[in-house]
């Protein structure tokens, strides 16, 4: 069967570390019998450029049309100072909400090789390996009522954090399932002792618990979780907490790995009624735009990210695993791009790493 | 003139360590003839004890009539599942209200000799010095509409993010007026890429930005704030942002110092005619109820809280300097509560800690 993909390559260094998925999606065609249907499109500051919007209709239709999304990555200076309703991120956004991708997967994992490029110390996090979850389409990040106004003379602005018992459950029951086919510990983040919507987040998880009492489950507060992630950070499994606190929570946690440029996301849908998630893949860094078309950036993130559709979207874990498999064994044979140079090892280009990793 | 100070010991290890900052006291008020009026009161769950309710009205009104008050630590497992509304928690929450202590003061300080206490490599964390300025009495946490209800048969819970400008304002001047005083440095964190309250937020920093030319001011989004935190902290001198961002980020801070035991707070209210504030120092370490009542708690964090009373409440400088010293004389001396404990230093007891400060 076609599997349809639509890439969208974005701004910065997006268009060239998707060329290299590009190449391991040409390699997977040819050597393992895999049919891609390849479709392009523009988001962010690239369909403002062409569009004067972050996300056109006909973006959206194609991506709701696909079976899977490949997303490079978003803005960059050059749009940084329009109006909020017209940034690039406004794509973003829209592109989360409309396919309702409620789930994203985070995961901050730390490569052997690569354990030196942390600021924290060897033993706290050698072998490192969360999963964080993130509510990725309710909370504050949508909750209306939202803006700013003008009463008695005075001006506020303001956001509503919101989160109905539906939306805390299906978030909850993905991360119980995927706590099961890990370690089965997973930590709920919230603020329950200051924000009632996380009192009812916290009650929620609880009952949702109860359909799964081989997972260990425990729950934390958000500031406490941050200081946890920094003291020991394999302490934690599985992570789930809300859209904001997921935002701050997952950076922190990808930064703990230090190498920033290896580190893929998912965000899913519901499974429809064949088993079939609407999902966009992209990964965690950012366009970079001060090293844009200069073929230095990492294409790994992106690469990683493109194993994790063929994980969860296109049921081939086993394909995934090959090419999580290769990027481990590039890494131990010595190639590094500029973001995780380290003395001793050989400084490739973007080009020459997707190469390498294919040759792997 | 008399220094009127409430005393509020609160839960777990609080009453121990406070116990250390009460002889400070006594020595200041014999060697140094400092007059201090000390008034106890409860808060937290040692008020639900004793009085059903996390802060009583008399004891508020103690806190409105000091010149300062000093908190050791509330909560504990003991008062976990109260409902919501009279959890310890609140206790905390009204004070700061009600005494409308909206500028929080968390200094994340390595001191020299507890470097290899963090979790993050030396070069990274000595000599670490960051101010963060947490907005304590506004936002989410105090925000109206808030709740847990139910439409049309779902539940939903929620809560407002709210600043008006005025708010934004003074503690933007506070933040501007530690700069002027540090390295002229701030940094303010809001998500004016989603929340338009904090499109507000960078507004209104910018316009006060204006009437301090010689800082240099930046503005970071918090997740990029969590991850630059994680990977180059000595680049911050002051921190400004908002109440929840700011539980998160300082506790993210404190712990990169791997010694929460030494971290001081301040919250302060506007100075009034006098110039004169209200305010109320405490530790940012918490109850510690495993460890209460051993002797074993480490004093410093209070003690310190105490000097930053002597220096913001009563313009002592030169006295809380002296007691900052002491603190790094005893460090250097090689003694060690057991939660800074390191091979080769002597290990002492919270009550060994405070008089070896004293001799200091
Ligand atoms: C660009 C921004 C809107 C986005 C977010 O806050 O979700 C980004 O930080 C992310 O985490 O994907
Ligand atoms: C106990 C809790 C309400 C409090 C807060 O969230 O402000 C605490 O975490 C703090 O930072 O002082």
Redesign the interface.
């Known amino acids: 069967t076609t599997k349809k993909v639509l890439m969208l390559p974005g701004d910065g260094i997006g268009p060239e570390v998707m060329r290299q998925v590009q190449r391991v999606m040409d390699w997977m065609a040819k050597k393992r019998n895999v049919n891609f249907e390849i479709t392009e499109g523009l988001i962010g500051g690239a369909s403002i450029d062409a569009h004067n919007n972050p996300l056109t209709d006909e973006t959206l239709a194609d991506a709701m049309a696909a079976d899977a999304v490949l997303l490079g990555a978003v803005g960059g200076p050059k749009w940084d100072n329009l109006p909020?309703d017209i940034?690039p991120?406004r794509g973003l956004?829209k592109i989360r909400k409309e396919m309702g991708l409620f789930a994203n997967l985070r995961p901050a994992l730390v490569f052997d090789a690569l354990v030196g490029a942390s600021?924290?110390?060897e033993d706290?996090v050698k072998g490192l390996d969360i999963m964080i979850l993130r509510e990725l389409t309710g909370g504050?990040?949508f909750?209306q009522p939202?803006?700013?106004e003008e009463r008695d003379g005075?001006?506020?602005?303001?956001?509503?954090?919101?989160?109905?018992?539906?939306e805390v459950e299906r978030i909850a029951r993905v991360a119980f399932d995927m706590a099961m086919k890990r370690n089965k510990r997973l930590c709920s983040v919230d603020?329950?002792?200051?924000?009632?919507?996380?009192?009812?987040?916290r009650e929620v998880v609880e009952r949702v618990a109860k359909d799964f009492p081989e997972v260990e489950v425990s729950h934390m507060y958000?500031?406490?979780a941050?200081?946890?992630?920094?003291?020991?950070p394999k302490q934690f499994d599985v992570m789930v907490t809300t859209n904001?606190?997921g935002?701050?929570?997952?950076?922190?946690a990808?930064?703990?790995t230090g190498s920033?440029g290896m580190l893929p996301s998912a965000s899913l849908g519901a499974a429809d009624a064949s088993g079939a998630r609407k999902a966009l893949y992209e990964p965690v860094h950012g366009s970079a735009p001060d090293i844009a078309g200069q073929d230095i950036a990492n294409p790994l993130a992106t690469i990683l990210s493109f194993a994790m559709m063929l994980r969860y979207s296109f049921d081939m874990g086993d394909d995934a695993t090959m090419i999580e498999t290769a990027v481990q064994n590039v890494l131990k044979g010595g190639l590094r791009t500029a973001d995780i140079m380290q003395p001793g090892m050989a400084k490739v280009s973007t080009t020459v790493m997707g190469e390498s990793l294919i040759n792997e």
């Open positions: 909020f940034k991120e956004l600021t924290l110390k706290i504050i990040y909750g939202r803006g700013i005075v001006r506020f602005g303001f956001n509503t954090l919101v989160y109905s018992e539906p603020k329950a002792n200051v924000l009632e919507s996380t009192v009812l987040w958000v500031d406490n941050s200081m946890q992630l920094v003291r020991n904001m606190f935002d701050i929570l997952s950076d922190c990808a930064m703990l920033l």
